[in-house]
T-cell receptor, first 116, second 114 residues
Framework: GAVVSQHPSWVICKSGTSVKIECRSLDFQATTMFWYRQFPKQSLMLMATSNEGSKATYEQGVEKDKFLINHASLTLSTLTVTSAHPEDSSFYIC????????????FGQGTRLTVV | AQSVTQLDSHVSVSEGTPVLLRCNYSSSYSPSLFWYVQHPNKGLQLLLKYTSAATLVKGINGFEAEFKKSETSFHLTKPSAHMSDAAEYFCVVSSGGGADGLTFGKGTHLIIQP
């Protein structure tokens, strides 16, 4: 199956700093990428959907100025958590879809963010 | 609109016995359905998918699921549980490709007793 690589797998940062998480589709072109947040022992919560070359669509309640998403190429999307605070600590997962009617999404391995 | 209900938050079985994880869905369109498995601090791995072909879908690691439109169900089964099956399982529905989102169930935690 297709491979989505997410980096880093874990990161610790200080409050007030920014952190960038990368999501790459290694062997296919990802027209659409999704970013999720997962709290302990809970399901995945969709944060935003991004299409290559256009602005991301954020879910209700997600601060777009805090969670900056860039999808500048068909193989790379980034999520930047700006001015991170301890409450932003979470597990973040990206997924990617090829174009057209392809419904299957491929997931990255996730990033554990800890803000101290 | 679409939704997914995983009927059990936790399922505990003994090693070597059958596994049944239940999932019901609702969708306004002909849905695609998926089961994903997540091990601790890992991403999601696709177990199997239904995309309007055969209603009995076989996946990896001996798992299979049957799409039953009349019951709006897509239950996941495995004849014989293995210790390595202990993980979180998510049932997911999608009504289309492109930017159409995936709707996740709340997950079922599978516990395997030795």
């Amino acid at each position: 199956g297709a491979v989505v690589s997410q980096h880093p797998s874990w990161v610790i940062c200080k409050s007030g700093t920014s952190v960038k998480i990368e999501c790459r589709s290694l062997d296919f072109q990802a027209t659409t990428m999704f970013w999720y947040r997962q709290f302990p022992k809970q399901s995945l919560m969709l944060m935003a959907t991004s299409n290559e070359g256009s602005k991301a669509t954020y879910e209700q309640g997600v601060e777009k100025d805090k969670f900056l998403i860039n999808h500048a190429s068909l193989t790379l999307s980034t999520l930047t958590v700006t001015s991170a605070h301890p409450e932003d600590s979470s597990f973040y997962i990206c997924s990617a879809r090829a174009g057209g009617s392809d419904v299957e999404a491929f997931f990255g391995q996730g990033t554990r963010l800890t803000v101290v | 609109a679409q939704s997914v209900t995983q009927l059990d938050s936790h399922v505990s079985v003994s090693e070597g016995t059958p596994v049944l994880l239940r999932c019901n869905y609702s969708s306004s369109y002909s849905p695609s359905l998926f089961w994903y498995v997540q091990h601790p601090n890992k991403g999601l791995q696709l177990l199997l998918k239904y995309t309007s072909a055969a209603t009995l879908v076989k996946g990896i690691n001996g798992f299979e699921a049957e799409f039953k439109k009349s019951e709006t169900s897509f239950h996941l089964t495995k004849p014989s549980a293995h210790m390595s099956d202990a993980a979180e399982y998510f049932c997911v529905v999608s009504s289309g490709g492109g930017a159409d989102g995936l709707t996740f169930g709340k997950g079922t935690h599978l516990i395997i007793q030795p």
